[in-house]
């Protein structure tokens, strides 16, 4: 198992950028599928960025495709989320999850990470 730590969040104008981060705990870090979703008060989690146990493959989101980046460096256990060009709709907590046996289909969907870290507030001002 693993446990993560996010930071990085805080309050940006819009058009401005932010780094998340997720440091993770645990030997097995390096075969774990990371991803970030985002929460509105009492709306359900969005699906943001994944990252594959290698860092070759990643995903996005419609709505922060082209803005947002997700990578990882395994030798600090941590995987970050570059967020461009950041607009009010940006404005959520942001999680970040792990998963060591998720599959491709899942990758987008909440309920299917078994690992999360608390979340971290990003707030886009207009």
């Known amino acids: 198992q693993v446990q993560q730590v996010a930071s990085g969040g805080g309050l940006v104008q819009a058009g401005g950028s932010l780094r998340l981060s997720c440091a993770a705990s645990g030997r097995t870090f390096s075969s774990y599928a990371m991803a970030w979703f985002r929460q509105v008060e009492d709306k359900e989690r969005e699906f943001v960025a994944a990252i594959n146990w290698s860092g070759g493959h990643t995903y996005y989101g419609d709505s922060v495709k082209g803005r947002f980046t997700i990578s990882r460096d395994k030798t600090k256990n941590t995987v970050y989320l570059q967020m461009n060009s950041l607009k009010s709709e940006d404005t959520a907590v942001y999680y970040c999850?792990?998963?060591?046996?998720?599959?491709?289909?899942?990758?987008?969907?909440?309920?299917?990470?078994?690992?999360w870290g608390q979340g971290t507030q990003v707030t886009v001002s207009s």
């Open positions: 999850a792990a998963d060591s046996s998720i599959i491709l289909s899942s990758i987008y969907v909440s309920r299917a990470y078994a690992n």
